[in-house]
T-cell receptor, first 111, second 113 residues
């Protein structure tokens, strides 16, 4: 059983559309991170959420941590081609700081 | 902001060669990690280190070893490269505090032929 399930796996949309991607688990987490990875590069941290129900905004990106701290969503408003990339969620477990990643959502925004 | 530098962006090695992948950070972070990333499998943890000369196995350590002689440098070693080790290798450091999370290097795309 996968610790983190991300959906959808692939998403292709037109510039200007809105979208939401999801990260779900049956486990409770103390914190969750979202990363974006562009082709040929390492992932870049977008946000960390720690409180159940927390909502964080980063320009056109809105991140929400579920009330029960088992899931999270990322909403993008008016998507742009520069938003294209692989969106990964990650959680930490235990005391050794290692992160476990979901397999990601590959987003393509077409001009 | 911390910078994580991986020595090579692309490498091509022959089966059986010993391969060294280097990762250097420019700040004093204790926790460093090596992941590999493969299509359909996502990021998988190979090894991590929480201090100089300290190391722990991750989820897929077989065929790999690591070295951390200085705090800023964490090396991944493929003892005898095999074709199934063809992958994207990513080094990361962990930032604690308000911006808790990883800072990754740009990755090394390794091809073993």
């Amino acid at each position: 059983t996968q610790l983190l399930e991300q959906s959808p796996q692939f998403l292709s949309i037109q510039e200007g559309e809105n979208l939401t991607v999801y990260c779900n688990s049956s486990s409770v987490f103390s914190s969750l991170q979202w990363y974006r990875q562009e082709p040929g590069e390492g992932p870049v941290l977008l946000v960390t959420v720690v409180t159940g129900g927390e909502v964080k905004k980063l320009k056109r990106l809105t991140f929400q941590f579920g009330d029960a701290r088992k899931d999270s969503s990322l909403h993008i408003t008016a998507a742009q081609p520069g938003d294209t990339g692989l969106y990964l969620c990650a959680v930490s477990g235990g005391s050794n700081y290692k992160l476990t990643f979901g397999k990601g959502t590959l987003l393509t925004v077409n001009p | 902001d911390v910078k994580v530098t991986q020595s090579s962006r692309y490498l091509v090695k022959r089966t059986g060669e010993k391969v060294f992948l280097e990762c250097v950070q420019d700040m004093d972070h204790e926790n460093m990690f090596w992941y590999r990333q493969d299509p359909g499998l996502g990021l998988r943890l190979i090894y991590f280190s929480y201090d100089v000369k300290m190391k722990e196995k991750g989820d897929i350590p077989e065929g790999y070893s690591v070295s951390r002689e200085k705090k800023e440098r964490f090396s991944l070693i493929l003892e005898s490269a095999s074709t199934n080790q063809t992958s994207m290798y990513l080094c990361a450091i962990l930032k604690l505090g308000e911006s808790y999370g990883y800072t990754f290097g740009s990755g090394t795309r390794l091809t073993v032929v």
